[in-house]
């Protein structure tokens, strides 16, 4: 019999601390739902919880590229005052 793969069987397994079960009904999920961010970020939790990599999201990458222009932007600021 195929097990149901649904948000409140992923969230059963969650709670009952079967982290590897609701990781792969997530994962399932996030697949049929990428715009979900949710799922999206209970996959990334159980992801890190599980020592695994977990999939770079669009929202991830965007909050990198935002955190890498924040460095470049400190990076510069230190290399004009350290010039005067």
Do not use: C
């Amino acid at each position: 019999m195929e097990q149901i793969k649904t948000k409140t069987m992923a969230e059963i397994y969650l709670k009952q601390g079967h982290l590897q079960e609701a990781y792969e009904i997530f994962k399932v999920l996030a697949e049929k739902t990428p715009d979900n961010h949710e799922i999206g970020e209970k996959l990334r939790l159980l992801s890190q919880k599980l020592g695994l990599v977990g999939p770079v999201t669009s929202s991830d990458a965007h909050s990198n590229k935002e955190t890498l222009q924040a460095l470049e932007k400190w990076l510069t600021n230190i290399q004009i005052r350290r010039r005067k």
